[in-house]
């Protein structure tokens, strides 16, 4: 069965500083690949998603994760972090079934803090 | 321009009471879903619906019903609350293509519900 890690439960960084957030995925054929953040007291929104092709990719918001299919992850990355950043993101894989992009099965999520 | 609009915002249930969350949206999407997010846990799907008419399970369905009898709303059922059902539910929507992976997931900002 499909199934998404993330092993960091909680990150502090200092603003300016780089930041990768880590997303290792289960799954038994090409996965599709997201990540999403989520700020307090609102839903989800797209950063980024993989579908094939090249492994890098840039996303929203200064973002963007590489894909590894040998280590079997998905890891976000933003060089220079900004207050603004602090919020929850989550990894998701796509579960595939019903062909829709909204069947995801997500990562418990990484807290972001931000330090000044 | 709404998006996708979720109510209430928040809810206090007894055991035993039945309620329903409101979704709905004005972006002429025909896929919808329901997801539930658990403190420190990742979404869970729920139900979702590819079109007026169609509804099928998701990940977590027992608990809970939908319908779709429109396009625009997507109304979901809690029939006997339990405390297991504490929880944060989102609605989302999307617009299916042709080209599938062009999608993207619009999220409400959440129903926060307890049930004491």
């Known amino acids: 069965a499909q199934s998404v890690t993330q092993p960091d439960i909680h990150i502090t960084v200092s603003e300016g500083a780089s930041l990768e957030l880590r997303c290792n995925y289960s799954?038994?054929?090409?996965?599709?690949l997201f990540w999403y953040v989520q700020s307090p007291g609102q839903g989800l929104q797209l950063l980024l998603k993989?579908?094939?092709?090249?492994?890098l990719v840039q996303g929203i918001k200064g973002f963007e994760a590489e894909f590894k299919r040998s280590q079997s992850s998905f890891n976000l990355r933003k060089p220079s972090v900004h207050w603004s950043d602090a919020a929850e993101y989550f990894c998701?894989?796509?579960?595939?079934?019903?062909?829709?992009?909204?069947?995801?099965?997500f990562g418990k999520g990484t807290k972001l803090s931000v330090k000044p | 321009n709404a998006g996708v609009t979720q109510t209430p915002k928040f809810r206090i249930l007894k055991i035993g009471q039945s309620m329903t969350l409101q979704c709905t949206q004005d972006?002429?999407?025909?896929?919808m879903y329901w997801y539930r997010q658990d403190p420190g846990m990742g979404l869970k799907l729920i139900y979702y619906?590819?079109?007026?008419?169609?509804?099928d399970k998701g990940e977590v369905p027992n608990g809970y019903n939908v319908s779709r009898s429109t396009t625009e709303d997507f109304p979901l059922r809690l029939e006997l609350a339990a405390p297991s059902q504490t929880s944060v539910y989102f609605c989302?929507?999307?617009?299916?293509?042709?080209?599938?992976?062009?999608?993207?997931?619009?999220f409400g900002s959440g129903t926060q519900l307890s049930v004491l």
């Open positions: 998701a894989v796509d579960a595939r079934y019903g062909g829709s992009q909204g069947n995801l099965i």
């Open positions: 989302a929507s999307s617009y299916s293509l042709l080209n599938k992976w062009d999608e993207k997931l619009f």
């Open positions: 619906s590819v079109g007026a008419g169609i509804t």
């Open positions: 972006m002429n999407h025909n896929y």
């Open positions: 799954y038994g054929a090409t996965p599709y």
């Open positions: 993989y579908f094939s092709g090249d492994t």
